[in-house]
């Protein structure tokens, strides 16, 4: 799953003009499931800088057991 997030994502900043938003499960949670895609700040902080850019920014103020991260040029 990781390697098709990172493709998708490669492709559609490079097709961006300002920048991409996109949603995934946080390890912030009261339980895991097999079936999700859960992603520690940490690992897409490393996989966001060094796939598409600096410039990034997570949400997850919205009380879902997910986040956003907003990455921009």
């Known amino acids: 799953m990781t390697d098709y997030m990172l493709r998708m994502l490669r492709l559609a900043f490079s097709r961006c003009r300002v920048g991409?938003?996109?949603d995934?499960?946080?390890?912030h949670v009261d339980w895991e499931r097999d079936d999700l895609f859960h992603v520690?700040?940490?690992r897409m902080a490393g996989m966001v800088r060094q796939h598409l850019g600096?410039?990034?920014?997570?949400?997850?103020?919205?009380?879902?057991?997910?986040?956003?991260?907003?990455?921009?040029r």
């Open 20 to 22: 991409i938003a996109f």
């Open 24 to 27: 995934v499960n946080s390890k």
């Open 40 to 42: 520690g700040f940490d």
């Open 54 to 72: 600096r410039n990034y920014v997570f949400r997850s103020d919205y009380g879902r057991y997910e986040y956003t991260t907003y990455v921009y």
